[in-house]
């Protein structure tokens, strides 16, 4: 077969696709009436109109676009698929994919990355509303803009997305005649809450599911990448891999502001990714997962590089540990969980938390290891993470992976499940030795020999890994995993450790100016915030300047003293002066504004000084008011960050 054809055989028992009636429309046009908005069918179906009322969201199936005329004028686009619908104060917001491109397959099923959405407001009724309300409208449609530029989505007209191959065979044929979202599984579903008025509506043609994560895929021949005669014997075969990240919604966020696991077990960032591999009618795939350390801790950004950790109801870790890992067992089988933080600091108090959960859970089921992986590795010996793979070697041989024959039998069953608590560095690792044993099992591989022997074979591989940790990094932080070019080369570079630094610097960013307000789009748009009438309208005491500093609980009482020196000092020399100046910092740019002028004013004073003691001491209070402040934003720093506003969180 040529290069880049798919062998269908071994999908067809995997994924097959819905009836007709559950079928999904692949191609729709978009017409925007003043008043509605009516979704058109365009792949030959024939199938009914979706008509939107843009007064108030409602919904109904109509059999044809109604005729325009000179006060109907609509505008005309292609779309490719309806994800959902918000419901806020008082208007719905429909939101659509209006860009997308094929990425390759699944299965044999094509899929496709969303690289753009458009909200379209339903909010005709919110003429009639009250001011206030207006205004807290205006708010919430403000986060479905930043919604919008929500990257890694994917879709597929044919095939459910959200279950691994293994689950997907096992899927009986009642469950493979449902709809996709009827299959799908809730956890990965991103646009689960969306959906829902389209349910209810049974619009089963037009719900398109989504999950959040990456699709990559990477096809090598191993014709022109060896010359050992047993490969040259089967230089026409074709390795065909597939990775898949798929992203949990239950505790899905930002880098700082999701962090540990909630009181149900749900853990921060949880990601399952998935390697699959066709090759000579074989598919076979290897599942991990990882997410953050399975108890309660939080690390709330407070303008420090590195805010400290802190761990929340400690009485609690191990009960829910134990919940968190019973859901894995029952989802996944065996469960072996690798810590890879280090001993030392906050992140030692954090994974002796962990360990010690681990105490009561540890089994035949559930197996903890810890590896210090700053200890070990440091930032440039990564080949020491063989050692890991040692102490796991017997476990992933005897439960590693999924293996169907050309006739789609299953010769092999996954049994277990990595939970790692970082690093696609240790993943990269762990899926290349699958990749191996998965090679060997096939015949395709000997009994020694290694990817790193095929050099286009080899950097592609690396490539498609190093891609992964990128993506996924990008989605919870903002920018590329950080010792990316390991993974990506197989050694440290100058370039990566400047990239890795300009990254840091963008994380810092990010993490106490932006990422609050990111995550409120995320609770919003996932239905972790649900908007309400009696609780959004409800009044809110708004106090601002030194009054708004003071009642907050995190501030001391010793620098609103200073404070109120300050406030004495800057308005005796804005009367000398007649300069006018913010007296109060409402925020980190004003501060630091603050903290700046005051030292020009200190420097300015001191060579203007010369006899004249009055200058002398204004240099003086200049200085003492630009540490003041700076104090004051040291101690205080999280009231200058970005900080959710929908679940707040601890002060």
């Known amino acids: 077969k040529k290069l880049g054809e798919i062998d269908q055989s071994s999908c067809v028992v995997l994924a097959m696709e819905a009836p007709l009636k559950h079928r ?76 997308s491109e094929s990425v390759g397959s699944f299965l044999g099923h094509p899929i496709f990355r969303i690289n753009s959405l458009k909200v379209l ?79 209810d509506n049974k619009l089963d043609q037009f719900l398109l599911p989504l999950i959040q994560g990456n699709i990559l895929y990477s096809i090598s021949s191993f014709s022109s990448i060896s010359v050992l005669c ?15 990240a798929r992203r949990c919604t239950r505790r899905n966020g930002t880098r700082m502001w999701r962090r540990g696991a909630d009181p149900d077990g749900y853990v921060a ?58 859901d894995l067992r029952k989802k996944y089988g065996s469960v072996l969980a690798v810590d890879l933080v280090n001993k030392q600091g906050g992140e030692g108090r954090l994974s002796e938390r962990f360990a010690g959960a681990m105490q009561h859970i540890n089994g035949d089921d559930v197996r903890y290891l810890h590896f210090d992986f700053h200890h070990i590795c440091g930032h440039i010996h990564f080949e020491r993470l063989a050692i890991l793979y040692e102490q796991m070697e017997d476990f992933l041989d005897k439960n590693g992976y999924f293996l169907l024959n050309e006739k789609g039998e299953k010769m092999k069953e996954h049994l277990l499940s990595l939970f790692l608590s970082q690093r696609y560095t240790m993943q990269s690792m762990i899926g290349r030795k699958m990749l191996e044993l998965q090679l060997r099992r096939i015949g395709v591989f000997g009994a020694e020999e290694a ?95 030194l009054e708004a500093v003071a009642v907050s609980k995190i501030i001391s009482l010793r620098y609103l003293r200073i404070f109120n020196y300050m406030y004495i000092y800057i308005y005796i020399y804005t009367l000398w002066s007649n300069i006018k100046i913010p007296l109060i910092p409402q925020n980190f740019p004003v501060a630091l504004a603050v903290v700046l002028i005051s030292l020009w004013f200190a420097t300015m004073s001191v060579k203007r000084a010369g006899s004249d003691y009055r200058h002398l001491f204004l240099s003086l209070v200049w200085a003492g008011i630009s540490v003041a402040v700076a104090a004051f934003m040291r101690a205080n720093g999280r009231i200058f960050c970005n900080r959710p506003r929908l679940h707040k969180p601890r002060p």
């Open 269 to 326: 960032n949880f990601v399952e990714s998935e390697q699959i591999v066709h090759m000579n009618g074989y598919t076979s795939s290897f599942v991990q997962i990882r997410g953050s350390m399975p108890f309660m801790w939080d690390q709330i950004v407070d303008l420090t590089y590195k805010p400290k950790f802190e761990i929340v109801q400690p009485e609690e870790a191990a009960r829910i540990a134990e919940r968190h890992f019973l």
């Open 121 to 199: 407001p339903c909010d005709h009724s919110l003429k009639n509303s009250p001011e206030e309300q207006k205004k807290v409208e205006t708010d919430f449609s403000r986060l479905l803009s930043v919604a919008e530029r929500t990257n890694g989505l994917y879709f597929s007209y044919e095939i459910n997305l959200t279950l691994s191959a293994q689950r997907l065979h096992d899927l009986g044929d009642e469950s493979k005649s449902l709809p996709l979202w009827r299959q799908a599984e809730p956890r990965f579903l991103w646009n689960n809450y969306m959906l829902e008025v389209l349910i």
């Open 451 to 545: 990817i790193s022997s095929h050099l286009n074979f080899d950097e592609r591989y690396k490539i498609l890994w190093a891609n992964h940790g990128d993506d996924i990094s990008i989605q919870y932080s903002g920018t590329p995993a950080l010792k990316g070019d390991f993974v990506r080369y197989g050694r440290r570079t100058v370039q990566g450790v400047l990239n890795d630094g300009w990254n840091a610097l963008a994380r810092y960013y990010l993490n106490n100016f932006a990422d609050g307000t990111k995550q409120d789009a995320i609770d919003l748009v996932q239905g972790h915030y649900i908007v309400a009438v009696n609780r959004d309208m409800a009044p809110v005491p708004r106090k601002g300047g």
């Open 24 to 99: 999904l429309h692949s191609g729709l046009r978009l017409w925007e009436f003043p008043d509605q908005y009516v979704i058109e069918p365009t792949d030959g179906s024939a199938a009914p109109c979706l008509d939107i009322s843009r007064l108030d969201g409602s919904m109904k199936l109509i059999d044809q676009v109604a005729e325009c005329n000179s006060l109907r004028v609509p505008k005309i686009r292609s779309i490719f698929g309806v994800v959902g619908m918000l419901k806020l104060l008082a208007g719905s917001y429909l939101v659509v994919v209006t860009e």
């Open 230 to 244: 047993r490969i040259i014997t089967i230089g026409r075969d074709i390795v065909d891999i597939t990775l898949i």
